[in-house]
C-alpha cells in the first residue's frame, strides 16, 4: 500500500486578500512560512516519506521545503499537479472579474462543473491531468509513504477524484492553507483515510 500525505501549500498575500492565483508565482508571506515550519514538524513527529513532491509554484516548493529538511530530502517539481490554469482570470478578484465575465463567474461558484474560464483550464482537465499524475507516481512506490504539495483547487479535484464524486461537488470539500489530507493506494483504487487537518496550527 502507498499512503500519500497531500498537503495544501501555506498562505500567501493572493489568499489573504481573494484573488486568482492560478499560475502566478506568489511566494509564501510570513504566516505562511509559519504554517510551513509547522506542517513539516508535525509530519516528521508522525511519518517517514521517502519521496516529497510539490507542483513547481514557490508556495508549494517552500512549503515542501519545511517538511523536506526533517528527512534530508530534496523536494521534486511535479508538473502535473501545478496549479489550475485561469487564464484571463489570474491576478483578478473575483470582483473584478465577475464585472468583465459574469456568466462564467456565476458558473464557477455556482455549477463549477459547467464553468468556462477565458483562456484556462476546466475543472475536467484539470481532473484528468492530475489522476493520471496520482498514480503514475504512486505506482513508483508501491509500499511506501509519500508527500504531495499541491494548490486549493488541485486539492479538491484530486479528493473528489479519488472519491469518486462529480466536480459538482468542488466547494463541498473545504482545503485550509497547509490542510493535510492522508490518502491509501492499494495499487487499483484509492481510500481516503483523512481530510483538511490543520490540528498542527492551532495555538496551544
Not at 508556495?59 to 517539481?77: G, I, N
Not at 507516481?137 to 483547487?153: A, E, F, K, R, S
Amino acid at each position: 500500500m502507498t499512503k500519500i500525505i497531500l498537503v495544501r501549500h501555506g498562505q500567501t498575500e493572493w489568499n489573504r486578500n481573494e484573488r486568482f492565483r492560478g499560475r502566478a508565482d506568489i511566494p509564501l508571506n510570513q504566516t505562511g512560512l509559519q504554517q510551513a515550519e509547522a506542517t513539516g514538524a508535525w509530519i516528521a513527529a508522525r511519518w517517514k516519506p521517502v519521496a516529497i513532491y510539490a507542483s513547481p509554484l514557490s508556495r508549494a516548493m517552500q512549503t515542501a521545503e519545511a517538511a523536506a529538511r526533517h528527512f534530508q530530502l530534496s523536494v521534486q517539481p511535479l508538473p502535473g499537479i501545478i496549479d489550475i490554469d485561469y487564464g484571463e482570470w489570474q491576478g483578478l478578484s473575483p470582483d473584478e472579474a465577475r464585472q468583465r465575465w459574469p456568466e462564467q463567474i456565476s458558473h464557477w461558484y455556482h455549477a463549477p462543473e459547467k464553468a468556462i474560464i477565458p483562456g484556462g483550464e476546466t475543472l475536467q482537465d484539470l481532473r484528468s491531468r492530475l489522476m493520471e499524475t496520482l498514480k503514475q507516481v504512486c505506482n513508483q512506490y508501491p509500499h511506501d509513504t509519500i508527500m504531495l504539495v499541491g494548490h486549493t483547487v488541485v486539492n479538491r479535484i484530486m479528493l473528489l477524484g479519488i472519491l469518486g464524486l462529480g466536480n459538482d461537488r468542488f466547494w463541498r470539500i473545504k482545503q485550509d492553507t497547509c490542510a493535510i489530507n492522508i490518502i491509501e493506494w492499494d495499487g487499483s483504487d484509492f481510500t481516503l483515510a483523512s481530510l483538511n487537518d490543520t490540528c498542527h496550527l492551532r495555538k496551544s
